[in-house]
């Protein structure tokens, strides 16, 4: 068996995960990085690739697969080793003091320390409880929007009460023929400058609301939807002429294999201290979603900051006796 010997893994190749290659690069620290998924991009790649972020600092407004193209064109100089479509099973303390990340392909990886950038763990839609709904999946009804276009001229139903509901209707608003926007009450968990937009454009007649209805029932042959039952808390029900339903009820999150490696959890969490992100494990960091302390905002942004807080911290582990000296990288330019 072959053990690959680093300075860091990083555990997830999110938006954060791929960041802290850059930030470890820059503090001449060699990076391996694993994902479950067959792609970089973590959230942003697998949910929302088309969608606009418009909170990174400096990008008025860019598409979440946009910023992961950048990430890794920041991350690529340090020639960080990916190993994609493998989990992390097992993080072990080996001989030596040395870390042992194990993955799911059965790759053995020795480092000096973790960075864990996982997230939200394992994630996967929550799917609404519909008879029959395994035949329409991948075919017409879809938890992410990978391509708009492929929407062009359908007539589409989008349930849920959040912002991924919200703000997709609001992108599919020109795109779609036709729009049911379907909610169980009146009162929606999004952002209120995009639930008065929604408003507006229900108003003008582009999105039909159809609230308080739940999904009941689908109608259709071969995976290809025909109709969306949706009924009233009552039991009155009504068919949606829709031929591609959108269900957002938001993620399942499932810490998966990382609830075993003895961190500190916290809500399915990993608590950290604020000023390094170590967790509870020496030479184990966690940054981004999964990381949790007093005040964290869940935002892309706070996740780099925490990568660099990280790779910081973690610089003694991999360059032992020698002193860092706070460089910026306009100094320092960016060598691999
Ligand atoms: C619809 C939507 C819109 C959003 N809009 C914004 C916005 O406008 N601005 C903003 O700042 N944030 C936004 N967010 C939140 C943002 O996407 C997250 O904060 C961000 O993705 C967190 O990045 P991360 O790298 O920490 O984790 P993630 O993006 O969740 O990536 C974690 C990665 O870790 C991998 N992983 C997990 N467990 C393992 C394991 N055991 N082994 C290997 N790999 C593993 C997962 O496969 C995943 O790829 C939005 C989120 C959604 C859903």
Redesign the pocket.
Known sequence: MTIHETDIVI????????FAIFEAGMLKMRVHV????DVA????????PE?P????PAHPRIE?QDLIRQLEVQAAPFKPVYHLG????KVEKAAGGAWQVT?SAGTVISCKAIII???????GPNRPPLEGLEQYEGKSIFYMVTQKESLRGKRVAIAGGG??AV?WALLLADIAEHIYFIHRRPKFRAAPESVAQLEALAAEGKVEMVVPYQLAGLEGKGGQLSSVIVETLEGERKALDAQVLLPFFG?AMEL???AEWGLNLNLNHIAVEPSTCQTNLPGVYA????ATYPGKL????C?FSEAAMACHSAYPLVHEGKALHFEYSTSKGVTA
């Open positions: 555990i997830g190749a999110g938006p954060v995960g791929l694993v994902d479950t998924l991009g973590g959230q942003c790649a697998a949910l929302y969608k972020i418009y909170d990174i979440a493998q989990q992390v099973v993955t950038a996982a997230g939200c763990g394992a994630f912002d991924s703000d993620l998966g294999p990382i940054v981004g979603d999964i869940k935002l892309i942004l996740g």
